[in-house]
């Protein structure tokens, strides 16, 4: 494995030849084994959820509209156990959006291995499977293990055959309408994408928080839309710890986000 960073604090693990092999990866991931992935859990934080009103129940999501079409499962291995989770095309059609909990253990560094993205998993079916090339977190995940750098974006081995990526945005979302979506278990199990729709506060810790969301295990890495159906403002990363205060919580896009995706673009062009 190649391990790069720069000045700003971005570190990129790109797989060696034989590491992640396309091949070998989509082989390992039978349906069999993909039933028994454990869904990932957000991070769990500690306090009672925002003020705001309720987000609305999970619904399905139509995965031929935008922004859905863009999502889909995340499934990988770390630290001997096999994990699925949720993920998104944004920016390129090479590139992929989750939370960096499903990248690299906060609380070991070791990363995830096997990674295959299913977009527009439904079922035991999908519209492709796509492996990893490259990774790319900030070294703050784990030096300080905040939620606020549980963000990740990745370099795919190929191109997702979608017409239009999702755009990311630095914009305050403070009362403004947001949709997050993924793949939690509490709902059909896991195999169909599911959304909600709420209006974010600011928390603690330069973090996002929309009240009363139920979506639990799974839904890690989706992303948080605006009502144009195409801009990415965060990604599903912690739930409250009660689930009694029950809330989502993202990290901020900021310019340490913005860093991140130039670095990943440099990374793009050295290829």
């Not at 069999?32 to 609305?56: D, S």
């Not at 999702?166 to 939690?184: C, H, M, N, Q, R």
């Not at 605006?226 to 809330?247: C, R």
Request: with cysteine; aromatic share 12%; hydrophobic share 35%.
């Amino acid at each position: 494995m190649d391990i790069t960073r720069d000045q700003n604090n971005n570190v990129a693990y790109s797989f060696g030849r034989g590491e992640n092999n396309g091949r070998d990866v989509i082989s390992y991931w039978t349906v069999e084994r993909k039933r028994r992935a454990t869904p990932v859990l957000p991070g769990m934080r500690n306090g009672g959820g925002p003020a705001n009103g309720p987000a609305t129940d999970p619904q399905l999501a139509d995965l031929s509209r935008m922004p859905f079409i863009t999502g889909g499962k995340l499934y990988y291995s770390m630290d001997g156990t096999d994990f699925v989770a949720s993920a998104s095309i944004f920016e390129r059609t090479n590139l992929l959006l989750t939370a960096a909990h499903c990248i690299q253990n906060k609380n070991t560094g070791n990363l995830g291995e096997k990674y295959l993205f299913e977009r527009c998993h439904q079922g035991e079916s999908a519209s492709e499977q796509l492996t990893f090339r490259t990774v790319a977190v900030k070294e703050f995940w784990y030096s300080e293990k905040k939620s606020k750098w549980d963000y990740s974006i990745v370099i795919l081995d190929q191109d997702a055959a979608v017409d239009t990526p999702l755009k990311y945005s630095l914009e305050g979302i403070a009362d403004k309408t947001v949709t997050a979506f993924g793949y939690p278990t509490n709902y059909y199990n896991g195999d169909s994408m599911v959304y909600i729709t709420g209006t974010p506060v600011r928390g603690a810790d330069s973090t996002w928080l929309i009240g009363g969301c139920k979506m639990r295990k799974g839904a890690s890495g989706g992303a948080w839309v605006l009502e144009d159906g195409q801009t990415v403002v965060g990604v599903n990363a912690f739930i409250a710890s009660p689930a009694t205060a029950s809330y989502l919580g993202s990290p901020i896009f900021d310019e340490n986000f913005e860093s991140l995706y130039q670095y990943v673009l440099t990374l793009l062009k050295e290829k």
